[in-house]
């Protein structure tokens, strides 16, 4: 199998070129930002946003700083104005049921047209019903009613009164009521003076009297009736007088709302019940509670309690909207969502009204469209199930959730619910959207359409240029220096680094935005009036090295030789792999030595990680495959008869992945042919069974973790790396790499295949089989099989040993 | 000042108190009128003797007002009832007439009730009563005892009804030119407050009555300043009178007993006006 060339310093590094943009500054770009790349996405949201279905809800998932935000906000934007306005709502007093406030819908801009007219109405009333009710005729009408009673109560008594007189009996003012007793000459007869009378007499004077008496009682029982049917009458008077002062006001509020039928009919229970509870406007300013009472500095009920009750409670005023409303809620808490009933502090005790309750975001977006961080709102306690529930339902209805869970026990208010239209959509990471989709069985029902975001975009010449016009467009709104297109062409090759990938473009626009502020930074502080492409370099170099702490101290650990990486000789089994390690945003790449041992054994090729469980499932099964491969390759018609052990050396954390596994194969193969490794190369890439070398993340981490403990060793043009060939495609190196490999200090190998590597580390070809199946003698396969047959041969030979034959 | 002093008209007031509100505003204005002319204030309670008769008749039963259920009369208890009353009566009197630091005197009587306050306080000059006490009626007019006193009384007799201060406010005098009409001047000027109107009510028919009314009215006021109205109402009719008086609103009204007025006009007049009067004698 020939050796693959080494890798052109061109194809380690996908340049742009800063002469295939035509601006000279970002200034000279409109500002405007395009949502590039993400055509599924916005495919997505078109649909979603386009069907006027139940559950055609959106969520947006993606990596954070993709944009979903301000590509869903963009869109909404530009298409809301197009829309319908939706109506106002309000919550008006509920008169039949008061534990209900009613809901009222009125047109765009009404509803703070009926409250103003309602406050306007109780505020005229104060001065003009009592103005009615002091009227002179009033006064006299009320006077005849109660003074009528009088007469008809006195003139009964009074009858009853003469009619005692005539049979010599007075009616007589008790403490407790009346009596009747026989008298002379106005004097009532003295109890000595009556014993003395006849006894028919006596008897005629008790039997008058128990005649009046009876006739007393009668009356009397009648004066209950009498005072209520006065009361009746007064009443009657205040109402028709009430009414007839009500009556022109109460008609220039309905003919303003008259086609409004809900409204009509609450102006209309609202003057019945001024009617009858006209008393509440005559004491202007008089408090409730007496002198000595505090008001309370926050009364809900403002002035005067009882007339609160014809407010109206503003909750939706779409009279400036223009178009649908597009509301993103920040904290999603379930009271911010759909809304909250208040409660006031009076006197030691909560109260609350119907002016009390406050909307939630659901109102305010109602008729339009909701933008909700999905992860902000499942941290809210009973947020995610609030929306739900509303969405399910299409209403919206208010629920205190202290009382819902009785942790306060006070008056509360059911308002009605609200009919709710609007489209909701989620912002989330793709974990969150799946993990819902599985596990919440209300979730697919609810949110039919996911815009999936890419995490990067197809590098061409128009990513270049949305691109660039990122760059201006965060220059502008940032009010930063404009970039020049060197610049720009820089950030380019950093987004394509940022993917990892050279061929396309990563898509977090909150990592290119940080990194246009920062190295406008670096601009505005060597005094530049436009951030230029060293700048840029030099904001790379700042990051790398504010990130290269740890790095720098494992490569001084590796030059002490506290961590033993060598890369001069040569050694058998033994070779330098390479892996990334991640620390937060940051990631970096490091040689570590790698070492193979065999021995006489029954086949099985021990992963010390595993073993000691400091290996992940991935490494095993990288081993696995291996040790499937040497199986298959090497002793296909004899038992594999040798116990290998493998080992990264010096690793105190974990191995996870399997990049090592060509690695550990090389090293294996250098350990049972007895072949040595030139330690001056590093090698990364997974093998399968076929002994095909497959593609690994992080290639660019770790050529040059490999790289740096090389230059600063001295290069002498014999270091280099062996990658998978698919990996070629991902290269976005350092440019001091691409200058290294241009002037020959340093090589890059695309590999294939196991014996394109093996030969490239030893110098020895490896060889290929011939129709026969034998090895051509001398190569790095051969040696191996060799090695291993004579293994075979030594354990079968222990084995007869064992067993008790006679040696021949 | 002394000599004034004891020119006055009126020493010293008995009021009637039986804890109506009547009777309260009595010996509100009663007070009210001690204070300014520094007269003594004499409280009579009187314990009916027909009550307690009729406590004392074998079959007595009370027919309870607000519930028209009878039930039995019982002289002891009514005993402890009317020394409550007695005692919330002298309770009253003190309260009053310590805040205006007033010289007073309380007597419980027992007996006829008008004929009692006659005589229960004989040195005071004038008997202070409500239009009606604690009547079985709820009549608007005067009551037995007010009658009584009206006719039999031989001091001056001020009757009271609520709602109506007797002096602070204005003051409505019926003047014929009869040395009656003097007096009830003469007295009028005395209990008049300094900010009181005297409306003067000249029932002559002559027609020079009002000037010298005028002459007289001078004389006795003597510089002290007091407003004044002279109205010439030549009638001698109580409907038309009580009419013009109500037309007029002024508070109490003073009438000398002895004018050229029949008695029955008299009568009728102070039964028909709702406003309190003072009889002078």
Request: one cysteine or more; aromatic letters at 6%; glycine letters at 8%.
């Amino acid at each position: 199998m020939p050796v693959p060339e080494k890798l052109l310093p061109a194809q380690l590094f996908n340049r742009c070129d800063p002469g295939s943009f035509e601006f000279g500054t970002t200034a000279e770009l409109d500002g405007a930002t395009e949502i590039a790349g993400q055509q599924r996405a916005l495919e997505a949201i078109r649909l979603g946003m386009g069907i006027r279905h139940d559950g055609f809800n959106l969520f947006a998932l993606g990596p954070s700083g993709t944009g979903k935000e301000s590509t869903v906000r963009q869109f909404l934007n530009a298409i809301a104005p197009g829309r319908a306005r939706p109506d106002d709502w309000c919550y008006v007093y509920n008169f039949s049921k008061p534990r209900n406030p009613k809901a009222l819908r009125l047109p765009p801009g009404m509803a703070c047209r009926l409250s103003d007219d309602m406050d306007h109405l109780v505020e005229t009333l104060f001065s003009v019903m009592p103005a009615a009710f002091s009227s002179e005729e009033y006064q006299a009408r009320e006077k005849d009613i109660g003074e009528s009673l009088l007469e008809k109560q006195s003139s009964a008594i009074e009858t009853l009164e003469t009619d005692a007189r005539e049979h010599s009996i007075s009616l007589i003012r008790t403490p407790g009521g009346f009596a009747f007793a026989p008298v002379i000459e106005e004097k009532v007869i003295a109890p000595d003076d009556y014993m003395a009378m006849k006894k028919e007499e006596r008897d005629k004077i008790e039997k008058e009297i128990d005649r009046l008496r009876n006739s007393l009682q009668s009356i009397m029982a009648q004066f209950p009736k009498w005072q209520r049917e006065t009361a009746e009458k007064i009443k009657e008077l205040n109402r028709e007088v009430s009414a007839f002062t009500l009556k022109p006001l109460m008609e220039e509020i309905r003919t303003r709302y008259k086609d409004i039928e809900e409204v009509s009919r609450y102006i209309d229970e609202v003057e019945k019940d001024m009617i009858e509870n006209f008393g509440q406007f005559l004491e202007k300013d008089a408090p409730e509670d007496g002198p000595i009472m505090m008001p309370p500095p926050f009364s809900p009920a403002g002035r005067k309690r009882s007339v609160v009750r014809y407010r109206v409670n503003v909750m939706i005023d779409n009279g400036k909207l223009d178009g649908a409303p597009v509301i993103l809620e920040d904290k999603p808490a379930t009271q911010n969502l759909v809304g909250d009933i208040e409660h006031a502090a009076q006197m030691g005790t909560l109260i609350t009204d119907f002016t009390l309750i406050k909307p939630g975001a659901l109102h305010r977006a109602n008729g339009g469209y909701l933008i909700l961080d999905a992860r902000r709102l499942l941290l809210e306690p009973f947020a995610w199930e609030a929306l739900k529930k509303a969405l399910r339902t299409r209403q919206i209805r208010i629920e205190s959730l202290a009382q819902l869970y009785s942790l306060v026990s006070t008056i509360s208010l059911e308002p009605e619910p609200i009919p709710l239209d609007l489209k909701v959509v989620l912002l989330g990471e793709r974990r969150l959207y799946y993990m819902l989709s599985q596990y919440d069985p209300d979730f697919n029902e609810l949110f039919k359409i996911a815009a999936d975001f890419e995490n990067d975009m197809e590098r061409n010449p128009e990513t270049h240029l949305a691109y660039a016009h990122l760059v201006g467009s965060i220059a502008v709104r940032d009010k930063l220096l404009p970039f020049d297109r060197g610049a720009v062409a820089r950030i380019v090759e950093h987004g394509s680094r940022m993917a990892g990938d050279a061929t396309r473009l990563s898509s977090n626009l909150q990592a290119v935005r940080d990194l246009v502020h920062e190295a406008e930074y670096h601009a505005a502080q060597n005094g530049r009036t436009q951030v230029s492409a060293e700048d840029v370099e030099a904001m790379r170099e700042a990051q790398r090295y504010r990130a290269s702490r740890i790095q720098e101290r494992m490569r001084d650990a590796m030059m002490r030789g506290m961590i033993l990486i060598d890369t001069a000789s040569e050694q058998v089994g033994q070779i330098n792999g390479l892996s990334v390690y991640s620390l937060g945003e940051q990631s970096f790449g490091s040689p570590s030595r790698i070492t193979a041992r065999v021995r006489l054994g029954k086949g099985e090729v021990i992963d010390i990680e595993r073993e000691v469980e400091m290996g992940g499932p991935i490494h095993s099964k990288g081993v696995m495959i291996l040790s499937g491969f040497l199986g298959s390759r090497y002793a296909a018609e004899q038992p594999l008869s040798l116990s290998a052990t493998l080992v990264f050396e010096q690793s105190y954390g974990g191995v996870e992945g399997d990049s090592a596994s060509s690695t550990e194969l090389y090293a294996l193969l250098s350990a049972i042919s007895g072949i040595p490794i030139r330690q001056c190369l590093a090698v990364t890439g997974s093998v399968n069974q076929h002994g095909q070398v497959q593609a690994i993340g992080g290639v660019n981490e770790k050529i040059e973790g490999f790289f740096d403990l090389c230059s600063e060793r001295g290069l002498d043009g014999r270091h280099g790396v062996l990658i998978p060939a698919s990996n070629v495609r991902n290269l976005m190196l350092r440019q001091d790499i691409v200058k290294a490999v241009e002037s020959g200090l340093f090589s890059i190998w695309p590999v294939t295949h196991i014996d394109e590597g093996i030969e490239i580390l030893t110098g020895v070809p490896a060889g290929e089989a011939d129709a026969s199946g034998a090895w051509p003698v001398g190569t790095v396969n051969a040696k191996v099989f060799e090695r291993l047959k004579a293994m075979a041969e030594k354990l079968k030979a222990f084995a007869e040993k064992k067993n008790g034959e006679p040696e021949k | 000042m002394s000599s004034t002093m004891k020119n006055r008209i009126i020493q010293s007031i008995a009021v009637a108190i039986d804890c109506s509100p009547h009777s309260k505003a009595s010996l509100e204005a009663a007070a009210e009128m001690a204070a300014r002319l520094k007269a003594e204030l004499i409280g009579i309670f009187v314990e009916d003797i027909n009550l307690l008769r009729v406590a004392g008749l074998p079959f007595a039963e009370e027919v309870r007002l607000y519930s028209a259920t009878t039930t039995k009369l019982d002289v002891g208890e009514l005993e402890r009832l009317l020394r409550q009353q007695a005692k919330q009566a002298r309770e009253l009197l003190q309260r009053t007439a310590e805040a205006r630091t007033l010289r007073h005197t309380f007597r419980v009587l027992r007996g006829m009730v008008p004929e009692q306050l006659m005589q229960g306080a004989p040195e005071a000059d004038i008997l202070v009563l409500g239009r009606s006490g604690r009547s079985p009626s709820c009549r608007k007019g005067l009551g037995s005892t007010a009658r009584t006193a009206l006719s039999e009384c031989k001091m001056n007799v001020m009757l009271m009804r609520p709602g109506v201060t007797a002096s602070e406010g204005p003051l409505l005098l019926l003047y014929d030119g009869t040395e009656a009409a003097k007096r009830a001047l003469s007295t009028a000027l005395e209990i008049a407050g300094p900010t009181s109107t005297l409306h003067l009510l000249v029932t002559e028919a002559d027609l020079d009555a009002i000037e010298r009314c005028k002459e007289v009215t001078a004389a006795i006021v003597s510089g002290r300043a007091i407003e004044t109205e002279y109205y010439h109402l030549p009638f001698r009719d109580s409907r038309q009178l009580v009419s013009f008086i109500r037309m007029i609103d002024s508070g109490l009204v003073v009438i000398g007993e002895g004018m050229n007025l029949p008695p029955e006009t008299l009568r009728e007049l102070i039964d028909d006006i709702d406003y309190p009067v003072l009889l002078v004698r």
